[in-house]
């Protein structure tokens, strides 16, 4: 059984920085992509950064510049790095990893999230 399990959320004040991660817990194989997603209260969830099993990146708008998603391939963890936190950016957030195998096809794993509040 997969389980992505995330941590490094907090309080944290206007300016200031986080690092979250995503550790994988059980056997993982054909990942395709690694997520971050983020919901916050009253709003959709939505996706923040990706990182493609070739290491190519992308963003959402309002992070860009700001956030830098990483991933170290031999431990299958993921990480975010978040700089210059504006109150906005409070919200749970949550690792989605996506894989492809033959002949089970796409499948999705979800961790439970972490919460991160930027506040004064």
């Known amino acids: 059984q997969v389980q992505p399990v995330e941590s490094g959320g907090g309080l944290v004040q206007p300016g200031g920085s986080l690092r979250l991660s995503c550790d994988v817990v059980?056997?993982?194989?054909?990942?395709?992509?690694m997520n971050w997603y983020r919901q916050a209260p009253g709003k959709e969830r939505g996706v923040v950064a990706t990182i493609t099993a070739g290491g190519v990146t992308s963003y959402t708008e309002s992070v860009k510049g700001r956030f830098t998603i990483s991933r170290d391939k031999l431990k299958n963890t993921m990480h975010l790095q978040m700089d210059s936190l504006k109150p906005e950016d409070t919200a749970v957030y949550y690792c989605k990893i996506r894989t492809w195998s033959a002949p089970s096809g796409w499948n999705e794993y979800w961790g439970q999230g972490t919460q991160v509040t930027v506040s004064s």
């Open positions: 059980g056997s993982l194989s054909g990942i395709y992509d």
